[in-house]
């Protein structure tokens, strides 16, 4: 985290979190859709705008639109596991 914090740009703290060499826990495969739940649900609980527009998605589905992201987003061919477009649903959920 060090290293991160004393990047020089956003795009270098970012390119070192993406280093797979660099894994903020050893089990961070099996924690990291719980924590990026726990960072999306304070980011909606404290910007009551953004809550707002999330709501106002019904109950639509969401998704990561992210073409090289298959984790996170659908990826290019839209097979990816989209897991924050279900975050976001699920903090949605949680809302009403």
């Not at 004393?6 to 089990?27: C, F, M, V």
């Not at 298959?70 to 809302?95: E, S």
Request: glycine share 6%; hydrophobic share 40%.
């Amino acid at each position: 985290m060090a290293e991160i914090q004393a990047s020089s740009t956003p795009e270098l703290a970012a390119k070192i979190g993406r280093n797979p060499e660099h894994q903020p826990y050893p089990d961070w495969d099996l924690c990291k859709c719980k924590l990026m739940y726990r960072a999306v649900w304070q980011k909606f609980s404290q910007h009551l705008d953004i809550r707002q527009i999330l709501l106002d998605t019904l109950d639509a589905e969401i998704i990561e639109d992210s073409p090289v992201d298959y984790f996170w987003g659908c990826g290019i061919d839209r097979t990816g596991a989209n897991h924050l477009g279900r975050i976001l649903m699920q903090v949605r959920a949680d809302f009403v």
